[in-house]
């Protein structure tokens, strides 16, 4: 048993009511590079393979698997693979039953901000997200379709990029290929497909701009 299951083992007997699980930010914080912090609750499901990256910037912090409440039983996956590497530049918070998998090879960066609940993202090339997000519940993020279409003008992955100060509401889906700009806001239920320009609020499936020259708070 090394000193992580031990002290797992200890944990998990005698602190049982603790909100923050103090062995899983243990070794986060052995694998983060970087002088930031990574904070994970307990119910929190990690792998970093061997030639993945966890790269957390000075003074930023990532708090996966986040809580409202200490009773939440919702556990978080978060899985970085082979070559992969998770960047963050702030303080970002990512809520519980949230699945993030950054595939083999794949980039996804992190701003600030947060996301609530039962996020679902898979970055199979590259998701970057800015600074000031806000991002509701049951949102799903893809980059790739993961499966070919025969057809010479597919292309099955494409990057993702989520600009700064972007309200993203519930239930919404964005996919392959997309640019949301600064200061957007997604309506719930919308499904992104197509890129959304600055200042604008989109909704609807497809999503379409709805207005133009927005400003939110």
């Not at 912090?61 to 590497?85: C, E, M, Q």
């Not at 980039?107 to 993202?121: E, F, R």
Request: aromatic share 10%; hydrophobic share 40%; net charge positive.
């Amino acid at each position: 048993m090394n000193l992580i299951e031990y002290w797992q083992k200890f944990w998990n007997r005698f602190i049982r009511f603790t909100h923050l699980d103090l062995v899983s930010t243990l070794r986060a914080n052995l694998q983060k590079q970087g002088k930031g912090a990574v904070y994970m609750n307990r119910n929190t499901s990690f792998y970093k393979s061997k030639s993945g990256e966890l790269i957390i910037a000075d003074t930023a912090k990532l708090h996966f698997n986040a809580y409202w409440h200490r009773k939440d039983p919702f556990p978080s996956s978060l899985v970085i693979g082979k070559n992969a590497t998770l960047q963050v530049k702030g303080n970002f918070l990512i809520f519980s039953g949230a699945k993030v998998f950054v595939n083999n090879s794949a980039t996804l960066v992190l701003g600030s901000g947060y996301i609530n609940h039962n996020l679902n993202l898979n970055c199979s090339l590259k998701v970057e997200i800015g600074y000031n997000t806000c991002i509701a519940d049951n949102v799903t993020i893809r980059d790739s379709d993961n499966h070919e279409i025969i057809s010479h003008s597919h292309l099955k992955t494409q990057p993702i990029k989520i600009g700064n100060h972007v309200w993203i509401g519930m239930n919404v889906i964005i996919l392959k290929g997309v640019t949301i700009g600064d200061g957007a806001v997604i309506a719930a239920g919308a499904v992104v497909s197509k890129d959304i320009p600055a200042k604008c609020l989109a909704g609807g499936v497809p999503a379409k701009v709805l207005k133009e020259n927005i400003e939110w708070q």
